[in-house]
């Protein structure tokens, strides 16, 4: 009978391990985030000050975990805003004439 309680409680130790290994595989450690964002770990922790990262978890030792997800959806809406100004700023270019000012100076190279 205590071989059959032991194996019991090595399984639960071992599904309990498991399921904590899978959630904290879903997380990034505050220098993982920081490198995957191209940002410093200051800036990162900033971002989750101002609220702009979410699903933000403290470690009892004082560590921050981030969701990856979280990291991925920030990392991607930064992307879009950036396309987004890029291209608002290359239709003003193009409405004040200066790319045309730009290229006026450059020589035409001739065909071969």
């Not at 403290?58 to 969701?67: D, P, Q």
């Not at 805003?81 to 239709?91: A, D, G, H, I, W």
Request: aromatic letters at 4%.
């Amino acid at each position: 009978m205590a071989t059959s309680a032991t194996t019991a409680a090595t399984a639960a130790t071992a599904a309990t391990a498991a399921t904590a290994a899978t959630a904290n595989a879903d997380e990034l450690p505050r220098e993982e985030a920081a490198k995957l964002l191209h940002v410093s770990r200051r800036h990162l922790i900033r971002l989750v000050e101002a609220g702009e990262l979410t699903d933000v978890r403290w470690t009892f030792g004082g560590h921050l975990r981030i969701a990856k997800t979280a990291v991925l959806k920030f990392k991607s809406a930064c992307k879009n805003r950036q396309k987004k100004s890029l291209q608002v700023m290359v239709r003003a270019s193009e409405r004040l004439g200066l790319y045309d000012q730009e290229l006026a100076g450059v020589p035409v190279r001739a065909k071969r």
